[in-house]
C-alpha cells in the first residue's frame, strides 16, 4: 500500500484537481469540518491561476449579506470573476435561492472563466440538488503533530524561510509557532481533559502570528518574545478561547514555544528530548526532520499523563456505542418478552426505586429561616429542587404506562423517553428538571437515592458534621451559605471573605463527630489527571491506568482579605461533571463549574495546567 497509506502520512491537498472538473456551470464546494479554513489555499490557488484580486471577490454569508452574493455572482457571471461565498450554513433563509442560482447557471450566458466556489459545514437544510451538481472538497485538519507540522511546511514557498533579516531567528520561532498550532489543535483529540471547549483554532490564526513574527524581526534587534505570547494566547488564537481555564491554559502552552531558549538547538518541547526546533536550514531539511517525529505522539508532548490516552478511546468507544444504540430497530424476532413487557417492567422497578417527595412545609418549622444559620435556607431550597424532580418522575411513569397499554396517546415526548429507559439512559424529561449527571439510568436512580438519603440524614440529626458535597443539587448555595454564616457571626462583610482550603488526609468523613468551630468540611470530590500523594502531602502523577483518586477530606474556611499565594499550590478548578462545559452563567463561570481549590504542590503550577488536572463532584459510573 506503500508508507503513505500505512503511516497515515498527510496529503497535501491539491485544488487543481478538483478545479479541472468544474466550469462556469458547475460550482465547487468545500465542506469544512471543525479547525478548516480553506480561504487561504483558494486565494494562493487563484494567485497561482493569475486571478488578480480584481477579478474574484468573497463574502462571508450571513445576516444581511444575502444582497451583496446575489450582486457578487450577478458580476461575476458578466465579467468573468471567481466568487467565494463562505459559511453558507449561517444563512439558512437564503439556501433557496442559492439553488435557484445554481440551477440557472446551465442555462445562462456566463461568462467561461466564472466560477462560483461554496463553503459550508454539513447542514440538513443544504440543497441536495447543489450538492449533486457541484465538485465537493473537504479539508479535514491534519491529525497528529508530525501530519500537522508537515502540513505547514510544506504548503510554503522555498523561499520564504530567507525572510527577514535575522533568517536563523525567524525559522526557530516559525518552527515554534508552528509547533505550538499543532500542540493546539491536536488536544481536542482528548475531549474535556484537553480543552474544556472544542475551539476551531485554523491555519489563519497561525499565519497571523507569523506575518507578526516577521513584522518584529525586522523592527527590532531583540525579539519582543513578550508581545509575541500575548498576541498568540490573548488575540489571534486566545479570541476564540471563551472559557477562562482554557485561557489558562492556553497562556501557559504558548510559553513552552516561544521563548528565548528556543534559540538553543538542544532545547526540547517536551520531557522526553523527542520533539525540538531544529538547526537552521531549508525547508526540504525541514520537512525530512519532521517526517522523523513519531506518527503517532505520546500524550507527555501535550503535557498530559499517558492516561489520557485510556479517556480518548473510552470516549470514542461510548460514542460508537450510544451510535448504535440510537439505530437499533424498535422491534425484534424471537422470544421473550416483547419490547413494551420490558418497559412496563423497568418502569416498575423504577416506581419502587423513586423517592417519597419531601413534606417541604413540615421540615420548614423544622428548619426555619435563621440570621445565624444559612443552611437551613441551603435545605429548604435543596429539597424543593428535588421534589420538583420527583414529582416529575412518578408523572411521567404514570403517563407512559397508560400510553403503553393503550390507555392514552403516546406524544412525542413520551415516545422519546420511552426509548431512553429501554437504552438505560436518563428521559431528557427528568435531566432537564434533575441535577447534572453523566451517569446511565441505574446508576442515575441510585445516585438519587444516595442524595435523598443524605438530605434525609440532615433532616433527622440536624446539620451535619461534615458535607458529602456531591449530593447537592447546586453546590455554590452551599458554598455561600457557609461564607454566609462566617460573615454574620463576626459581623464582616461578606465580599471581603474567600476560603482557605485545609486538606485533612489523614482523617475520614466517619472520624469526624463535631462541626469546625468555622467553615465546614467536605468530601465525595475526585482528582482527573493526578492523585493526591498521602505520604508527601501534595499532588502527584496519576498511576497508571489510574483514570479518577478520590480528593481527600476538605476544610473550607472563610478568611478575611486573605492574599492568595502565589507558590507551592495548584489552584485545581472543581467542576459537578466530566464534560467540563456547561452554560455560560452571569457569574461569568459555566454552570458545570464549582470552585477553584488550591492543592499543595512542590512542582510548578504550569505542570498540572497542562496536565488539565480538575476535580469532580460526580463521575460516570
Not at 450577478?74 to 468573468?80: A, L, M, P, Q, V
Not at 468507544?317 to 413487557?341: D, F, H, M, S, Y
Not at 403517563?399 to 429507559?421: C, D, I, P, T
Not at 468551630?517 to 475526585?526: A, K, L
Request: glycine residues 6%; hydrophobic residues 40%; aromatic residues 12%.
Amino acid at each position: 500500500m506503500g508508507q503513505r497509506r500505512v503511516h497515515g502520512e498527510y496529503p497535501t491537498f491539491n485544488l487543481m484537481d478538483s478545479y479541472k472538473d468544474s466550469k462556469e456551470t458547475i460550482p465547487l464546494i468545500f465542506i469544512l469540518s471543525a479547525g478548516s479554513d480553506p480561504m487561504g489555499d483558494w486565494e494562493k490557488f487563484a494567485d497561482l491561476k493569475g486571478v488578480v484580486k480584481t477579478k474574484r471577490e468573497s463574502v462571508s454569508l450571513g445576516q444581511g449579506q444575502e444582497k451583496r452574493a446575489d450582486e457578487m455572482i450577478r458580476r461575476g457571471k458578466e465579467n468573468g470573476m471567481w466568487v467565494l461565498l463562505q459559511n453558507c450554513h449561517f444563512a439558512k433563509s437564503w439556501m433557496p435561492k442559492l439553488e435557484q442560482v445554481v440551477e440557472s447557471l446551465a442555462d445562462s450566458n456566463a461568462h467561461r472563466d466564472f466560477r462560483l466556489w461554496l463553503t459550508s459545514m454539513p447542514a440538513d437544510y443544504f440543497p441536495v440538488s447543489v450538492l449533486q451538481t457541484s465538485v465537493k472538497m473537504t479539508i479535514e485538519p491534519p491529525s497528529g503533530i508530525r501530519a500537522n507540522l508537515t502540513r505547514t511546511f510544506a504548503n510554503m514557498e522555498p523561499t520564504e524561510l530567507a525572510k527577514t533579516k535575522a533568517p536563523k531567528k525567524y525559522q526557530k520561532l516559525l518552527y515554534g509557532f508552528a509547533f505550538f498550532h499543532a500542540i493546539v489543535q491536536d488536544r481536542r483529540k482528548f475531549g474535556p481533559i484537553g480543552w474544556n471547549i472544542q475551539y476551531e483554532f485554523n491555519n489563519e490564526d497561525l499565519k497571523v502570528c507569523i506575518k507578526q513574527m516577521e513584522y518584529f524581526i525586522d523592527q527590532y534587534e531583540d525579539v519582543p518574545f513578550k508581545d509575541l505570547k500575548f498576541l498568540a494566547a490573548e488575540i489571534n488564537y486566545g479570541g476564540r478561547v471563551t472559557d477562562d481555564k482554557d485561557s489558562r491554559l492556553i497562556q501557559v502552552i504558548v510559553e513552552d514555544y516561544i521563548n528565548p531558549k528556543l534559540f538553543d538547538d538542544d532545547y526540547s518541547f517536551s520531557a522526553s528530548g523527542l520533539y525540538k526546533a531544529p538547526p537552521f536550514s531549508d525547508r526540504d531539511a525541514l520537512l525530512k526532520f519532521t517526517s522523523e517525529l513519531p506518527q503517532n505522539p505520546n500524550p507527555e508532548v501535550f503535557g498530559l499523563h499517558e492516561n489520557a490516552e485510556i479517556l480518548t478511546a473510552q470516549a470514542s468507544t461510548r460514542e460508537l456505542l450510544e451510535t448504535i444504540l440510537g439505530i437499533q430497530p424498535r422491534e425484534v424476532a424471537g422470544g421473550g418478552k416483547t419490547r413494551e413487557e420490558v418497559i412496563l417492567d423497568l418502569v416498575a422497578y423504577l416506581e419502587k426505586n423513586t423517592p417519597k417527595l419531601f413534606p417541604i412545609s413540615e421540615i420548614s418549622k423544622q428548619y426555619q429561616t435563621q440570621y445565624t444559620e444559612s443552611m437551613n435556607t441551603v435545605l429548604i431550597q435543596e429539597l424543593i429542587r428535588y421534589n420538583k424532580l420527583i414529582d416529575v418522575m412518578v408523572e411521567t411513569m404514570k403517563q407512559l404506562k397508560k400510553a403503553l397499554k393503550g390507555e392514552e396517546v403516546m406524544s412525542e415526548e413520551l415516545e422519546q423517553m420511552e426509548k431512553m429507559l429501554f437504552n438505560n439512559m436518563v428521559p431528557e424529561i427528568w435531566s432537564e428538571r434533575g441535577f447534572l449527571s453523566l451517569k446511565p439510568l441505574m446508576s442515575w436512580i441510585k445516585d438519587l437515592n444516595d442524595r435523598v438519603k443524605f438530605l434525609n440524614k440532615w433532616i433527622d440529626n440536624g446539620t451535619p458534621s461534615v458535607f458529602w458535597i456531591s449530593g447537592f443539587f447546586f453546590p455554590q448555595a452551599f458554598l455561600t451559605g457557609t461564607l454566609q454564616n462566617f460573615a454574620r457571626k463576626y459581623q464582616i462583610a461578606i465580599d471581603k471573605l474567600s476560603f482557605q482550603f485545609i486538606i485533612h488526609d489523614t482523617l475520614t468523613p466517619e472520624m469526624i463527630k463535631q462541626k469546625p468551630e468555622d467553615g465546614c468540611y467536605v468530601y465525595g470530590m475526585s482528582f482527573e489527571g493526578a492523585r493526591w500523594d498521602y505520604d508527601a502531602h501534595v499532588l502527584a502523577e496519576s498511576l497508571p491506568k489510574e483514570l479518577y483518586t478520590p480528593i481527600p477530606m476538605l476544610q473550607f474556611l472563610p478568611i478575611s482579605d486573605r492574599k492568595v499565594p502565589t507558590s507551592g499550590i495548584y489552584s485545581c478548578p472543581v467542576y459537578k461533571v466530566l464534560t467540563r462545559t456547561g452554560t455560560l452563567s452571569t457569574t461569568g463561570h459555566s454552570t458545570n463549574f464549582v470552585i477553584f481549590i488550591e492543592i499543595p504542590t512542590n512542582v510548578p503550577e504550569t505542570k498540572w495546567i497542562k496536565a488539565g488536572v480538575a476535580g469532580f463532584l460526580a463521575l460516570r459510573y
